[in-house]
């Protein structure tokens, strides 16, 4: 069964809730896209102390507009530090960070992630899929406080066991796992998806689903899991969108390049003149100049 969010909610949906999930006075390790539009909207909406951290060295960012990657000459924008990239993962390893945001190809039911390689019928050298790897992630995962994970709910993607493992999660979920691995993070707390959200049992570490969007039932997820999925004792709805909701999004994204990916990037002609244009616009009205 499909769900019948309205077209385009179910996207706006899943940075709101990975947003939500970031607490004011918090410094949280981000990426781009959906992880750094969480980051943005939550300091609009309930955290504007956040402090975003990038892997480039941006520590504190008031963005002006969502970054192309994290070299991106917008990174430092208002930032209260540029600091190099061994610094911030040092500071990193160190447990100086509370939270950070991943995106996943595949995890498992004790938040293990793969965002290396789905084998499919092949194998680590030939697989069916190929992925950019870690980058920090494996890091992040290791050793901030707590992980927030975002990715689509699709086929194959909730498996028995991913086919390798980029960033740790609660490894086979036993007791003192991490700690035994020399893992310093707190490991995995939720799982953001475009269907459902996610959370994991603090005595087992399993994966279980805590919230569904609108019109998605828990049959439709359990169809989508390889294990036998538990849920909470109430499983929530997730609310739709309020006006303010959206506005925020449309502030932290006025080009729509995060929402819209290649479409709206196509419908500014690729020009990024126009694009910076655009949201500097955007960003000078939020900042009453």
């Known amino acids: 069964m499909s769900h019948d969010l309205p077209a385009g909610i179910s996207g706006k949906l899943m940075a709101l809730m990975a947003a939500k999930e970031l607490k004011d006075g918090e410094i949280a390790f981000v990426g781009i896209g959906l992880t750094l539009l969480a980051g943005i909207v939550a300091q609009l909406l309930h955290a504007p102390n956040l402090t975003i951290v990038y892997e480039s060295g941006c520590i504190g960012p008031k963005k002006w507009r969502v970054d192309f990657n994290v070299g991106d000459s917008s990174a430092a924008d208002g930032a209260v530090a540029l600091t190099s990239m061994w610094r911030v993962f040092g500071d990193l390893q160190a447990c100086f960070y509370d939270v950070g945001v991943l995106g996943a190809a595949q995890i498992d039911k004790y938040g293990n992630i793969n965002s290396t390689a789905i084998f499919g019928t092949g194998d680590y050298y030939s697989p069916e899929v190929r992925f950019p790897g870690s980058g920090g992630g494996n890091d992040i995962g290791s050793s901030v406080g707590r992980t927030i994970v975002m990715m689509k709910f699709q086929a194959r993607r909730f498996v028995r066991r991913v086919d390798y493992m980029t960033t740790p999660g609660y490894l086979d979920g036993s007791p003192g ?82 929402m819209g990916r290649q479409t709206a990037f196509q419908e500014i002609g690729g020009d990024i003149r126009r694009y910076v244009s655009i949201t500097l616009s955007a960003s000078r009205e939020i900042r009453g100049y």
């Open 177 to 258: 796992a991490r700690e035994r691995a020399g893992l310093v993070g707190g490991g995995p707390t939720t799982v953001v998806t475009d269907k459902a959200v996610f959370r994991f049992d603090p005595v087992t570490h399993e994966m279980y689903l805590d919230a569904l969007y609108p019109g998605v039932t828990p049959e439709e997820i359990k169809e989508g899991v390889e294990w036998d999925l538990k849920l909470a004792p109430e499983v929530k709805t997730v609310p739709l969108p309020t006006p303010e909701e959206l506005a925020a999004l449309r502030r932290a994204d006025p080009a729509n390049l995060v």
